[in-house]
């Protein structure tokens, strides 16, 4: 059994940052890839941020590039996410996602994803 555990959520203001992150524990386990989604109330889950270890890139979505950056420990199977220059639209849960094996761009999609944490909840105040 896998488990992912996201840490770092909270309340903030517009303008301001927080650091996510997420460490994988259980059964020994290496991932291709890890990658942050979020979902808001009445959305569906969106891509957010990935990086895929075996060539150190990483990949973001429009609405967080410039502003998101995503980091992380491959001998760890750690990844972090610091989010600057907040806004409201940011407010989400924040999942964090791995996979042990990485095919063409499936880091965009969620349902490639095998393991998943449970959440943490990121509130943006205008």
């Known amino acids: 059994q896998v488990q992912l555990v996201e840490s770092g959520g909270g309340l903030v203001q517009a303008g301001d940052s927080l650091r996510l992150s997420c460490a994988a524990s259980?059964?020994?386990?290496?991932?291709?890839?890890m990658g942050w989604f979020r979902q808001a109330p009445g959305k569906e889950r969106e891509f957010v941020a990935a990086i895929r270890w075996s060539r150190g890139s990483t990949y973001y979505a429009d609405s967080v590039k410039g502003r998101f950056t995503i980091s992380g420990d491959n001998a760890k199977n750690a990844v972090y996410l610091q989010m600057n220059s907040l806004t409201p639209e940011d407010t989400a849960v924040y999942f964090c996602a791995a996979n042990e094996y990485y095919s063409s761009n499936m880091y965009y999609y969620a349902r490639r994803y095998g393991y998943w944490g449970q959440g943490a909840q990121v509130t943006v105040s205008s």
């Open positions: 259980g059964r020994t386990f290496s991932s291709a890839v």
